[in-house]
């Protein structure tokens, strides 16, 4: 999932989703200082990515079918296409144009793949207990301490996640004769009695 970030274009062997929820954010700002004509294209890439959040949630609902799909998710990509020839006037719609057409290859994988994401609104729920604690204490007063932060953070969010007793793994980590990985964390480990018995 990228946000129009630079640097996210540089994983090559990566499948990369553009955020929508940026995009429609973005065409939202365009729409609040347009005037007359200019209004027309944040209007037309707002209403095809709108388009294309309808199609995810009707295939979602078996409202239409595998073939159904690729026709529509076709004629999208086309319509985008067609939209993204269009050169703007405004300064403004120009930069949009511009990202679009940088992007134009991460808008629509979530069309193709179902478990893809259109937006990054579960990644912005996932780290928002951090950047609160971030904002109420200020930040971290040394770089040792950041980085022991985003440690147990990454560490409570993945127990949290995978349903694994947090408790239990912290006390097994600290009471190891040597440093350990967590592999309880592992895709491939299975979940403790421990975490078994609190999920019931």
């Known amino acids: 999932m990228r946000d ?6 540089r994983f090559q062997h990566a499948m990369h989703q553009t955020c929508l929820g940026h995009l429609l954010r973005r065409c939202h700002e365009n729409l609040e200082t347009a005037v007359g004509g200019t209004a027309r ?4 890439v707002k209403a095809l990515l709108q388009d294309a959040l309808v199609l995810r949630d009707r295939h979602a609902r078996g409202e239409i079918s ?5 026709v529509a998710r076709g004629r999208l990509e086309a319509r985008g296409d067609r939209l993204l020839a ?3 006037s405004d300064e403004d719609n120009r930069k949009l144009a511009a990202h679009l057409v940088r992007e134009r290859d991460a808008l629509f994988p979530f069309l193709y793949r179902p478990e893809v994401s259109a937006t990054n609104w579960a990644a912005e729920q996932a780290i928002r207990p951090a950047v609160v604690t971030r904002k109420v204490c200020g930040g971290n007063r040394t770089w040792p301490g ?11 969010r993945t127990c949290h996640q995978q349903g694994r007793d947090v408790y239990a793994l912290l006390i097994g980590l600290l009471r190891a004769p040597t440093p350990r990985i967590a592999v309880e964390l592992l895709p491939s480990a299975p979940i403790s009695s421990g975490a078994e018995k609190r999920s019931r």
């Open 86 to 88: 269009w050169p703007p």
């Open 41 to 44: 294209v944040p209007h037309a």
């Open 146 to 156: 950041a980085h022991t932060q985003e440690v147990i953070t990454s560490l409570l």
């Open 66 to 70: 595998p073939h159904g799909l690729a």
């Open 4 to 9: 129009g970030w630079g640097p996210d274009r």
